[in-house]
Nanobody, 111 residues
Framework: VQLVQSGGGLVQPGGSLRLSCAASGFTFSTAVMRWYRQAPGKEREWVATISAAGVVRTYTDSVKGRFTISRDNTKNTVYLQMDSLKVEDTAVYYC?????WGQGTQVTVSS
């Protein structure tokens, strides 16, 4: 099982980034997928969840209206579109599926 993340980087407040997480080694189309993040000195927190078919999406309150989780089951990939980014969104972001974690991607929001 592998979850390989891409995207992330440095962006100014108010900017956008898109994270990707490509899965292999399990039946992606039947797996609930999630994004988490961990800021410096803080515990890892849940960010968003998408159901297997992509119909149900839930978000932590702090990102509602700004982040969008999506998936493409033909590409075995889950995405996290992050808009209107804030300094407090700075963290390492992780995807999770089938009880496995991606490697993590740094997102830094700074002017």
């Amino acid at each position: 099982v592998q979850l390989v993340q891409s995207g992330g980087g440095l962006v100014q407040p108010g900017g956008s980034l898109r994270l990707s997480c490509a899965a292999s080694g399990f039946t992606f189309s039947t797996a609930v997928m999630r994004w988490y993040r961990q800021a410096p000195g803080k515990e890892r927190e849940w960010v968003a969840t998408i159901s297997a078919a992509g119909v149900v999406r839930t978000y932590t309150d702090s990102v509602k209206g700004r982040f969008t989780i999506s998936r493409d089951n033909t590409k075995n990939t889950v995405y996290l579109q992050m808009d209107s980014l804030k300094v407090e969104d700075t963290a390492v972001y992780y995807c999770k599926g089938n009880d496995n974690w991606g490697q993590g991607t740094q997102v830094t929001v700074s002017s």
